[in-house]
């Protein structure tokens, strides 16, 4: 596991956050993942839970994405890859996969020699129930 590589273990706490994030609905931020910890152990706190977010960042596990502005969001590190939708009435954020993005990759790598190791793709708009409440001007 990737943890190891740098010289800690899983514990427990970080065991919970991760199976947290697993299981979640929607994309948390810190404070979302420390509630619903603290609904399984008590006894964990804000502190731990950043400090496990940090290195669990570190070891690949996990990513955090700047999904809106102000707001970081963590989730797996998991393949294949997904993109984001964001809507900027009423802030939610969807996932999509596709297929043209890992084709790009392998042009861009195959041109260039460049060993790309992610790809972000974020867009902005309305979802279909921001779409029915906006008046349009």
Do not use: W
Not at 6 to 29: E, F, N, P, W
Not at 51 to 77: A, T, W
Not at 122 to 136: A, L, S, T, V
Request: neutral net charge.
């Amino acid at each position: 596991m990737a943890i190891k590589l740098i010289g800690r273990r899983m514990t427990s706490q970080r065991k919970l956050i991760l199976d947290v994030i697993r299981t979640a609905k929607g994309h948390l931020d810190a404070d979302d993942i420390y509630r619903l910890a603290r609904e399984k152990d008590p006894h964990i706190s804000l502190s731990t839970v950043y400090r496990n977010l940090n290195l669990l960042k570190e070891s690949g596990l996990m990513v955090e994405r700047h999904l809106r502005e102000g707001h970081h969001y963590f989730e797996l590190n998991v393949r294949p890859q997904h993109h984001h939708l964001v809507c900027i009435g009423c802030g939610k954020v969807f996932e999509f996969k596709c297929e043209s993005t890992e084709k790009m990759k392998r042009e861009v790598e195959e041109d260039s020699r460049f060993r790309i190791t992610g790809i972000e793709v974020e867009m902005q708009g309305y979802c279909p129930e921001c779409q029915e409440n906006r008046i349009d001007e």
